[in-house]
């Protein structure tokens, strides 16, 4: 287990509910990767991710899907593309990713409380 952080910590990190609204391939990435297009609603907008969780999601099970992301972290170059926030996800049995998503719709941009 990481090191206990105080609740001040951890309203630092912003962990908003958005949706999927585009995902291509990323062939130059080092694993296997989708680049995805994530609406955050109109206060934070569009947002782009690489995500590798190629094996448990093809593109049509990603379009339309309400995801959760930290949204407040600098964006970091992979290879060729710029990933604006980090796609949360758990590892499985096998380590493969399994998406963190909301049991019911809620409206794009809200925060993780």
Not at 95 to 101: C, E
């Amino acid at each position: 287990m990481a090191d206990e952080i105080t609740f001040a910590d951890f309203e630092k990190v912003e962990i908003r509910i958005g949706t999927i609204i585009e995902v291509t391939p990323f062939p130059e990435a080092r694993k296997p990767a989708w680049k995805l297009k994530i609406d955050f609603g109109p206060e934070i907008g569009v947002k782009k991710s690489s995500a590798q969780i190629t094996v448990h999601y093809d593109e049509a099970a990603l379009l339309g899907r309400q995801i959760m992301a930290v949204v407040n972290f600098p964006p970091r170059q992979i290879g060729p593309f710029r990933s604006e926030v980090l796609t949360l996800g758990f590892a499985d049995a096998n380590g493969d990713i399994v998406l963190a998503m909301p049991e019911r719709a809620v409206p794009n941009g809200r925060k993780l409380i």
